[in-house]
């Protein structure tokens, strides 16, 4: 609850109490040996996820705790407890359902941000796999992470497989939202950003123009417009369109004037 009104802060409290009471529990209960005295949140979450009777319940706790960390920046926290979250859900009875996928998603994202690229991209790859078996080739979901192992395999300077992955999530995107939608609009900036690593250029000036587009209809003037045409200028520069990127980046740099 917490968590979905953003405050990750309350969310991290209470969710660490939950995992507390499970740890005396199994203390109490002889499951394993006494906690040391002196703990972190960390070493509790390590300490429940070795439990015997270790439960899918406990792994979704696990989880959103991880998703907690993330979202207060807290990413070698979010990786340690979402790791630990996966090894219960693939030795338990969820090794092949969503609620792996997701967790195996969220530890794709804290490792990526960790620069733990080859590990996110597995990560990635298996949560994709398992979106497509259980919730279908176009659901939004397996568009998310489609986005997400895109950036990863850009990171990893495989701009062709990014291009792919993020020309899947587009099309998912268009049929689900429509084509003026935000989410399609943050694609279509990450596609034009990989066409133009590949020096497609016309390409990236078609995805980052239609990106703006939509940005611009929706409104107001922010941040990410700006970013986006300045992109858009990068792209007719190196296209050979000068005068045109001049008027891209002047305009970029009005808008981040009045934000």
């Known amino acids: 609850?917490?968590?979905?009104?953003?405050?990750?802060?309350?969310?991290?409290?209470?969710?660490?109490?939950?995992?507390?009471?499970?740890a005396k529990a199994a203390e109490q209960s002889g499951e394993l040996s006494a906690l040391p005295s002196a703990r972190s949140a960390v070493t509790v979450a390590g300490y429940v996820s070795s439990l015997p009777r270790a439960d899918a319940a406990l792994a979704g706790t696990l989880c959103?705790?991880?998703?907690?960390?993330?979202?207060?920046?807290?990413?070698?926290?979010?990786?340690?407890?979402?790791?630990?979250?996966?090894?219960?859900?693939?030795?338990?009875?969820?090794?092949?359902?969503?609620?792996?996928?997701?967790?195996?998603?969220?530890l794709g994202?804290?490792?990526?941000?960790?620069?733990?690229l080859e590990e996110a991209r597995r990560c990635y790859q298996r949560a994709l796999e398992l979106?497509?078996?259980c919730l279908g080739a176009g659901h939004v979901l397996t568009a998310v992470t489609l986005n997400n192992l895109g950036a990863v395999l850009q990171k990893e300077m495989r701009y062709r497989d990014a291009v792919s992955c993020y020309t899947r999530a587009l099309a998912i995107?268009?049929?689900?939202?429509?084509?003026?939608?935000?989410?399609?609009?943050?694609?279509?900036?990450?596609?034009?950003?990989?066409?133009?690593?590949?020096?497609e250029h016309r390409l990236a000036i078609d995805c980052h123009s239609?990106?703006?587009?939509?940005?611009?209809?929706?409104?107001?003037?922010?941040?990410?417009?700006?970013t986006t045409m300045h992109n858009l200028g990068n792209a007719l520069a190196a296209a050979g369109r000068g005068h045109d990127a001049a008027r891209c980046h002047w305009r970029g740099l009005r808008i981040l004037g009045k934000n």
Not at 77 to 102: F, M, N, S, V
Not at 182 to 189: D, F
Request: charged fraction near 20%.
């Open 131 to 133: 979106r497509e078996r």
């Open 109 to 116: 994202s804290s490792s990526r941000i960790l620069g733990r």
């Open 64 to 106: 959103t705790l991880g998703s907690a960390h993330q979202a207060m920046g807290a990413h070698a926290e979010a990786y340690h407890c979402q790791q630990r979250a996966a090894a219960i859900l693939e030795h338990g009875e969820e090794t092949e359902g969503p609620a792996l996928a997701a967790c195996l998603h969220g």
């Open 1 to 22: 609850l917490h968590l979905r009104r953003k405050s990750p802060a309350l969310a991290v409290k209470c969710l660490e109490r939950a995992l507390a009471f499970r």
């Open 210 to 226: 239609r990106a703006f587009a939509i940005q611009e209809a929706l409104g107001p003037e922010s941040p990410d417009m700006a």
């Open 173 to 199: 995107q268009h049929k689900t939202f429509g084509r003026e939608h935000p989410a399609a609009a943050a694609t279509l900036c990450n596609l034009g950003a990989a066409h133009s690593q590949l020096k």
